[in-house]
């Protein structure tokens, strides 16, 4: 059934900028009730700002790459006593560079932040959704997700968590009047891309935030499990499926090699 949005509230992680942004500004947009999060306080209460008269928008900083961050975002959320009906699990990294020139320390925030802290905010806000029979989960994936990427291996690997997730998740809840979604965006205009590269594309290949957004909104409310934005991204990713997994991972490794 399409979710309705207007009058819900929602939390949306990364909501600083890119496509966390324009998911909150199209929720705004909705009537949806904000609370957003990243670690740039300014950007949150600029974005505050500008959705405050369609909606209320609550800001509140955190650093969600540590357990302590997640810690005090619940601790502030609680002492707002709102009940979330949607959770946008947005705020994410995409280091470049080979697995070994990472540190450990690196490693583990990543980790952390693409992958435990939208564990742990699902398993927080799930069972509230369940026991009202109503609410939203969209997760952003990405089609690096569904291959893995050499040059970017431990970020593909997060992000093919967090879509497996997603998908058992979704067979787990079917029927609880509560649906989950992976949106999975192959390469969009935002500050975590490298400029070159995306110069370096054809136009048809990249898309804007905002259209990214409105793709993961309308998986949302219709409650559809994967949602790929963009035609020759998912034709992209449905070609892929269908060679063996070495032809994919040597192709991938090529282009690694090639764009180092
Ligand atoms: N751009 C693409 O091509 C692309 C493709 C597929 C998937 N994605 C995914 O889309 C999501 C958003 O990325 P984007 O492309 O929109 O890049 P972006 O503009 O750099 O946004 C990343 C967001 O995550 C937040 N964030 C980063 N580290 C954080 C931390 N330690 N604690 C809390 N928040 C943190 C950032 O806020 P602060 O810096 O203020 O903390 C920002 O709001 C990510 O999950 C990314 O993997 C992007």
């Not at 540590?66 to 502030?76: E, F, M, N, R, Y």
């Not at 564990?119 to 089609?143: A, D, E, K, W």
Request: net charge negative.
């Amino acid at each position: 059934m399409t979710f309705t949005f207007n009058a819900t509230t929602a939390l949306v992680t990364g909501a600083s900028s890119g496509i966390g942004y324009a998911l909150a500004a199209g929720l705004a947009a909705r009537g949806v009730n904000l609370i957003i999060t990243a670690r740039r306080k300014d950007r949150l209460e600029a974005l505050a700002e500008q959705l405050g008269e369609q909606v209320t928008v609550v800001p509140i900083a955190a650093d969600l790459s540590s357990q302590s961050g997640v810690d005090d975002l619940l601790k502030a959320m609680q002492n707002l006593s709102v009940t979330v009906d949607v959770l946008v699990n947005c705020a994410g990294l995409a280091p470049h560079g080979k697995f070994l020139e990472t540190t450990d320390l690196d490693q583990q925030a990543l980790v952390q932040l693409n992958v435990l802290t939208p564990t742990r905010l699902i398993r927080h806000f799930l069972p509230n959704m369940q026991s009202r029979g109503f609410g939203r989960i969209l997760n952003v994936c990405s089609i690096a997700g569904f291959h893995a990427v050499p040059g970017m291996a431990q970020y593909g690997a997060t992000k093919a968590y967090l879509l497996s997730l997603t998908e058992a998740l979704s067979e787990e809840i079917k029927g609880s009047g509560v649906a989950i979604s992976a949106l999975c965006p192959g390469v969009t205009r935002t500050d975590s891309v490298i400029q070159a590269a995306v110069e370096a594309l054809p136009d048809a290949l990249v898309l804007d935030p905002d259209v990214v957004a409105e793709a993961g909104l309308e998986a949302l409310a219709k409650g559809e499990v994967v949602c790929i934005p963009g035609r020759l991204n998912q034709a992209a990713v449905t070609a892929a499926q269908f060679q063996p997994r070495w032809l994919i991972r040597s192709f991938g490794g090529l282009l690694a090699k090639f764009g180092s």
